[in-house]
């Protein structure tokens, strides 16, 4: 089996930027994604605009190019396929990582090849596997990860229901249906106004005692002023106790035990890295708040040859990753380990 110089682990824009770099500096680098290109960017709600503007989430110096002051999740996937086909990058997709060894000086990383559906859906990537294993051997590995794929569950009965959802797509199918989102930052707001003005009936519930600090400036006058009127109940600083095929059952702090009507509910409640498999590889992650330990310039794990890019590097904090930064870790990476490569020959 060949050795590459460099495996790169996820196809988001942290993971193309690495490989791009790699390419441009002469490193023999392969990409496995377990799910679909930008994975996580598919999942996004179907009619998300972005936060930031266009020029902030251009890799490789490819222009994002949208008649936009913002792009939408549809532009975005379009223009990362283009940055994939214009580069060709190498990317191997249904490829999962279940182990990474390290064998003297080089990493042995095993995968399990999946079936994919003929058309994925929005959502956590559902692995079904049956595709065999494959063993890849590398000098170096980066972790583009991300944190999208892995829920924070709540842990309460009946979070496993089929009306019940982690991810927020489109607010058609819920015309005239009660909805209930739980959440309080920009996820459950905006899922809640697009609820709300597609003719469906949303509550929200917080266990906090407002709406989160995050809240992009211009969703938070208007998220705040459809709860003041009424148009989008509203709980805060209550808690989720169990989840009924037709309600929710919740409880305000010192209160009684309520049963809100639900034909759907959406978890809005956050993501996290796949901090399992960064431990079995080696790597160190605080067990509060779930970050990897690494060098802040290089991003280099306590694992040598072992490294961290984009979202994954945030722990619980998913809100100080995002594209916009993520996308120039890969570029120092490939410097580091293009420089100590030279060195060894």
Not at 8 to 13: E, F, K, N, R
Not at 56 to 62: N, P, S, V
Not at 218 to 242: H, M, Q, Y
Request: glycine share 10%; hydrophobic share 40%.
């Amino acid at each position: 089996m060949p050795l590459r110089d460099v495996l790169i682990v996820g196809a988001g824009p942290s993971g193309l930027a690495t490989a791009i770099a790699a390419k441009q500096l002469g490193l023999d680098y392969v990409i496995v994604e377990k799910g679909v290109l930008v994975n996580s960017v598919f999942n996004f709600p179907t009619h998300m605009v972005f936060f930031t503007t266009p020029e902030l989430l251009e890799i490789g110096g490819l222009p994002l190019v949208t008649p936009y002051e913002k792009p939408t999740r549809l532009e975005a996937l379009r223009y990362y396929r283009r940055v994939v086909d214009t580069y060709d990058l190498q990317i191997s997709f249904h490829e999962k990582v279940v182990a990474i060894e390290r064998d003297g000086g080089t990493f042995v990383v095993t995968t399990e090849i999946g079936t994919p559906n003929a058309a994925p859906k929005p959502g956590p990537t559902e692995w079904q596997g049956g595709g065999g294993r494959r063993v890849r051997e590398a000098r170096a590995v980066v972790l583009a990860i991300g944190y999208y794929d892995l829920p924070n569950y709540l842990g309460v009965p009946g979070e496993d229901l089929p009306h019940v959802s982690h991810y927020y797509t489109d607010a058609h199918p819920f015309y005239r249906r009660r909805v209930v989102i739980v959440g309080g930052k920009n996820s459950a707001a905006e899922a809640a106004l697009e609820l709300f003005r597609a003719g469906a009936y949303p509550t929200l519930v917080h266990r906090h005692a407002a709406l989160g600090d995050s809240i992009k400036y211009w969703v938070r006058p208007d998220i705040e002023n459809r709860i003041k009127e009424g148009s989008i109940p509203a709980r805060f600083n209550t808690c989720v106790l169990e989840i009924k095929r037709a309600s929710v059952v919740v409880q305000t702090h010192g209160g009684p035990v309520e049963e809100i009507p639900a034909d759907q509910v959406f978890l809005l409640t956050g993501y996290h890295p796949d901090v399992e498999l960064m431990r079995s590889a080696g790597v160190n992650c605080d067990p509060v708040t779930l970050a990897p330990e690494m060098n802040q310039e290089t991003f280099e794990t306590n694992v040598p040859n072992l490294f961290v890019a984009g979202g994954a590097i945030a722990g619980k904090k998913t809100g100080n990753i995002f594209i916009e930064n993520g996308r120039f870790h890969g570029e120092k990476i490939i410097k580091v380990l293009a420089d100590r490569l030279r060195q060894t020959e």
